[in-house]
């Protein structure tokens, strides 16, 4: 998937020279449309997306494939107030979302 904010995927390969996605528990803050969670995705055990914003959450579902629904999962919710169980997740991504 070509990505115009990141037409020569630099952006991509800097957050996979940061992190080591391999069967890990991820939590994406400011999750949008999903822009990013695609990048990552197909190397994860899970992700939870969160976002305030209902479009941007129903973008990413609409978009997300079917041999994703037991992976990905999309909440419109704020994440200062998300509650999870400590340490539920190893690795947390926060990109443009200030």
Not at 10 to 39: P, Q, S, Y
Request: proline fraction near 4%.
């Amino acid at each position: 998937m070509t990505d115009p904010v990141d037409s020569q995927c630099n952006e991509t390969r800097a957050i996979h020279d940061l992190v080591d996605f391999r069967c890990k528990d991820v939590l994406e803050i400011g999750c949008g449309d999903g822009r990013m969670t695609w990048r990552y995705v197909d190397l994860v055990a899970s992700v939870i997306g969160l976002d305030p914003f209902e479009t941007d959450i129903q973008q990413a579902r609409a978009d997300t494939p079917d041999r994703l629904w037991s992976t990905v999962q999309f909440r419109c919710e704020d994440a200062v107030l998300a509650e999870f169980e400590p340490a539920a997740f190893d690795v947390v991504v926060f990109s443009r979302s200030i």
